[in-house]
């Protein structure tokens, strides 16, 4: 008798996964639905407003593959879950409808990304004629995933961040878009990403000399490794490193310039060290000491 109680469907097929694979095709799965004979995959036909059915499969079977599908579309689906019970008559179930969106395989290639001053980031980007706009993304160093910072629409290739934190490094990459009939955006994948090493300078509190030997104290600086002191005979340089402190937290910066030297440059920097390789500031304006 226990046979008698799949002679109806148990709840609703449920769509517990709708995605763009990497081969251009959607894949889908749902649970098991009890009960049922047969699944029926079914896709929104925007033309006529109506599901149209795509496949037809066993109840053993809880996945399916479409690959009649194009890029930058949007796509609905629906699973019905089908039986034939003893009297002849035939018992559906269907899920909820889901929408996919299949993002457009072009990528957009960062052109630069600069830094002007502290705080401040500017980026350049080349152009998606077919584009209806533009998803600026950035991350922090050692996060992996990259968070949407800015959206703009039309074709605007240029962006300044005014956002950025003393210390940090961020990495930005763009992304166009396109509007899809319902006004959804349909996004190309990811492009390449450009750092950006958001370094504030420093400032000199004070400075001692004693014969030939000069000493800055300098303000504490966020979320950085050394303080450099660099030394030039002239003030366009070129500049030789001089002094470097063991940290961030050494404020005071010593030199003793050569023997028969009348007056020096000295520039300070703040730098910062990430994966292998040191990045610093610009330097504080360039100042002159006689001796």
């Known amino acids: 008798m226990s046979l008698q109680l799949t002679d109806r469907i148990k709840g609703k097929p449920e769509l517990t996964r709708l995605y763009e694979t990497n081969e251009n095709a959607v894949a889908l799965s749902w649970r098991e639905t009890p009960g049922a004979q047969q699944y029926i995959v079914e896709k929104l036909n925007r033309e006529t407003g109506l599901f149209d ?20 579309q949007v796509y609905t689906y ?30 957009v290639r960062m052109i630069s990304a600069e830094h002007p001053g502290f705080g401040a980031a500017a980026l350049r980007w080349e152009r998606d004629e077919k584009a209806d706009g533009y998803r600026i993304n950035r991350r922090l160093a050692g996060v992996s995933v ?14 300044r961040d005014d956002t950025l934190i003393s210390g940090q490094i961020y990495y930005y990459s763009v992304q166009s878009f396109r509007r899809a009939e319902d006004d959804e955006l349909i996004f190309s994948h990811a492009g390449n990403e450009l750092m950006v090493v958001n370094l504030d300078e420093t400032e000199i509190l004070r400075q001692k000399r004693t014969g030939r030997t000069v000493s800055f104290f300098v303000r504490v600086t966020a979320a950085i490794d050394h303080y450099v002191l660099l030394r030039a005979q002239k003030e366009d340089g070129p500049y030789t490193e001089v002094f470097r402190s063991e940290s961030g937290l050494d404020l005071k910066l010593t030199d003793k310039a050569p023997a028969g030297t009348k007056s ?19 330097g504080t304006k360039p100042l002159c000491i006689k001796f």
């Open 53 to 72: 059915k795509i496949a037809r499969v066993p109840e053993t079977v809880f996945d399916y593959v479409d690959e009649d599908v194009e890029t930058a």
């Open 78 to 107: 629906r699973i019905t879950a089908k039986r034939v019970k003893a009297d002849g008559s035939l018992m559906l179930r269907r899920s909820a409808q889901q929408n996919v969106t299949l993002a457009d395989p072009r990528q």
């Open 146 to 159: 990259p968070l949407p910072l800015a959206y703009l629409e039309g074709q605007v290739l240029s962006f």
């Open 264 to 282: 020096a440059w000295y520039t300070i920097r703040c730098v910062r060290e990430y994966e292998g390789a040191e990045y610093s500031s610009r």
